[in-house]
């Protein structure tokens, strides 16, 4: 087995001021990205949700740096001290306990009022918990809508949940071991059996991904009260098929502005119907027209 190569050094090209939103590690420390150590070591002051999380990463790789929390309890403390720095010319990072900042995460306010004051934000991409689980679910990825951490209770939850259930995309939620069991039951309920996976502890020792219907999920007492992170994703409703009724309702309505084969060739698209029945079926309309 041939060595390894050594790892690439540090870029010591001059980093330019403005906040970074610095993706960090889900799990496996070595998910880090060269870029994200360049920015880190350089950085003058680097933001985190947690900075007993961020001083195991940091010293991971060897970095000490300045660190202050920045979370939804210290954002109007830090908030303003960070704008600062930046206004000054500084270099500030911004990490969240694990993956990309903002998603499901508070820095989002520093990074509106970054912008707001014309100060440049810069994205340094990597590791995310959402489109991991999204990747090894198996289910369409085409079209898909993150929905983050549903509401604890249930009642709440069965609300948000139905909101969501006429949406034809994949849905991706996040969810903490205590409450995953009650809100697989809602998912269950609400959108029936669906295809769905549990993805948990992602990139982590005990990682594991479970894909099954909704109902079965809810069922499996692996998931009674585990430890962990959880990436919930569930798979689109099936599309209904047009009624004679909404075929017509359709074609009278685009006739009142487009000409036969113009309202035609538009509801084809819309309901994924042949056009060529729908353009006999158009005819039809316009000769009983009186």
């Known amino acids: 087995m041939s060595p390894r190569p050594p790892p690439p050094a540090l870029s010591d090209a001059p980093l330019a001021p403005g906040l970074y939103l610095v993706a960090t590690p889900i799990g496996n420390l070595r998910d880090i990205t060269l870029r994200a150590l360049d920015v880190l070591s350089a950085a003058d002051l680097v933001l985190a949700e947690d900075t007993r999380v961020a001083g195991k990463l940091l010293a991971a790789y060897g970095l000490s740096k300045k660190l202050e929390r920045y979370d939804e309890h210290s954002a109007d403390r830090a908030g303003p001290k960070a704008l600062q720095v930046l206004s000054e010319g500084g270099r500030v990072a911004l990490v969240s306990d694990a993956g990309t900042p903002l998603v499901s ?20 991409p990597g590791a995310s918990a959402l489109l991991a689980g999204l990747s090894v679910a198996g289910l369409p990825t085409d079209r898909f809508l993150f929905a983050g951490f549903p509401p604890p209770k249930s009642a709440a939850r069965r609300t948000f949940l139905e909101e969501l259930a006429g949406l034809r995309a994949t849905l991706v939620f996040f969810e903490g071991g ?20 549990v993805a948990r502890e992602l990139t982590k020792l005990y990682e594991t991904v479970t894909r099954a219907p909704l109902d079965v999920l809810a069922a499996d007492k692996r998931f009674s009260a585990p430890k962990g992170e959880f990436v919930i994703v569930v798979g689109p409703g099936r599309e209904e098929a047009a009624t004679a009724a909404d075929v017509d309702t359709a074609l009278r309505q685009a006739l009142e502005r487009l000409g036969t084969a113009d309202a035609a060739g538009e509801v084809a698209k819309a309901l994924g119907l042949p056009r060529r029945d729908l353009y006999r079926r158009a005819m039809e309309l316009k000769a009983d027209k009186p």
């Open 105 to 124: 995460d508070p820095g989002y306010r520093l990074a509106r009022e970054a912008m707001a004051e014309g100060l440049p934000v810069y994205p340094i």
């Open 178 to 197: 205590s409450r995953v069991a009650a809100s697989l039951a809602d998912m269950a309920a609400v959108f029936g059996p669906r295809e769905a996976a």
